[in-house]
T-cell receptor
Framework: EDQVTQSPEALRLQEGESSSLNCSYTVSGLRGLFWYRQDPGKGPEFLFTLYSAGEEKEKERLKATLTKKESFLHITAPKPEDSATYLC??????????FGKGTKLTVNP | NAGVTQTPKFRILKIGQSMTLQCAQD?????MYWYRQDPGMGLKLIYY???????DKGEVPNGYNVSRSTTEDFPLRLELAAPSQTSVYFC????????????FGEGSWLTVV
């Protein structure tokens, strides 16, 4: 069964304190690994798609990386506006997305 | 450009009642989806559609029905509501299959009492 596990469940950072979120996946025939941002009371917002091990993508203070078993979302010098829940999802051979439970990030000023 | 629009935003149902969650997209997307999100859990796929007239079950379809008569609309019907259907429901759409840049609606909060 395809599975996606995100850690930690919650993370508190001080403004400027860099860190990483982890997404471990077990899917057969990975077609894509996706990162979304979800603000309270809102729908998920697409951030990145990664397709193969070694691939990296960046957007402002965020960088996503992919290995054969994990993906990391690195947050460099975060700001309070980066506070949100970050969702990871994997697409396997069935084409359907399997979502992790998310990491709730809080950045304190 | 409105994107994906869901109505209602909030609804309280009594056990056994039925209702329809409406979803419309104006991006001419082929694929549309309904997910539910329970507290502390990942998004679960209820139903999806690859085009007008074509729908298929996702991971948790029991207690729900869908139809896709037009490209734009994808309503989700709850028959005989049960407390287990208390959740946040998200409609989404994409041009290609599933993962490719899915756009989500704002969500519909449903409570069954």
């Amino acid at each position: 069964e395809d599975q996606v596990t995100q850690s930690p469940e919650a993370l508190r950072l001080q403004e400027g304190e860099s860190s990483s979120l982890n997404c471990s996946y077990t899917v057969s025939g990975l077609r894509g690994l996706f990162w979304y941002r979800q603000d309270p009371g809102k729908g998920p917002e697409f951030l990145f798609t990664l397709y193969s091990a070694g691939e990296e993508k960046e957007k402002e203070r965020l960088k996503a990386t992919l290995t054969k078993k994990e993906s990391f979302l690195h947050i460099t010098a975060p700001k309070p506006e980066d506070s949100a829940t970050y969702l990871c999802a994997a697409q396997g051979g069935s084409e359907k997305l399997v979502f992790g439970k998310g990491t709730k990030l809080t950045v304190n000023p | 450009n409105a994107g994906v629009t869901q109505t209602p935003k909030f609804r309280i149902l009594k056990i056994g009642q039925s209702m329809t969650l409406q979803c419309a997209q104006d991006m001419n997307h082929n694929y549309m989806y309904w997910y539910r999100q329970d507290p502390g859990m990942g998004l679960k796929l209820i139903y999806y559609s690859v085009g007008a007239g074509i729908t298929d079950k996702g991971e948790v379809p029991n207690g729900y029905n869908v139809s896709r008569s037009t490209t734009e609309d994808f309503p989700l019907r709850l028959e005989l509501a049960a407390p287990s259907q208390t959740s946040v429901y998200f409609c989404a759409s994409s041009y290609w299959a599933h993962g490719n840049t899915i756009y989500f609606g704002e969500g519909s909060w449903l409570t069954v009492v």
